[in-house]
């Protein structure tokens, strides 16, 4: 069964970088495209960026200009950069498929202080 594990979150001052990362066991990856979302206490979980099998991107409006999101597929992980980052960036980061999403993992908490 396919798992889906998010690292590379913590603590960071507004303005900073972090990069997320989504490591996906089991084979497949390459096949789906892939999204971040986020999601802060008592709020519903929001797309952040998405990517497509050919790299084709999208973004929220929050993050753009600011967050890049990439993929390796050889080694099943997706990536997601963070730049300038703001406290309203504050959340639990999560990944998964676009289309048959898996379940979710336990996700990668983000806290920008200002």
């Known amino acids: 069964q396919v798992q889906l594990v998010e690292s590379g979150g913590g603590l960071v001052q507004a303005g900073g970088s972090l990069r997320l990362s989504c490591a996906a066991s089991g084979s497949g990856f390459r096949w789906y495209a892939m999204a971040w979302y986020r999601q802060v206490s008592g709020k519903s979980r929001e797309l952040v960026a998405r990517i497509t099998t050919d790299l084709s991107t999208f973004y929220a409006d929050s993050v753009k200009g600011r967050f890049t999101i990439s993929r390796d597929d050889a080694k099943n992980t997706l990536y997601l950069q963070m730049n300038s980052l703001k406290p309203e960036d504050t959340a639990v980061y999560y990944c998964?498929?676009?289309?048959?999403?898996?379940?979710w993992g336990q996700g990668t908490q983000v806290t920008v202080s200002s």
């Open positions: 998964n498929r676009i289309s048959e999403p898996l379940l």
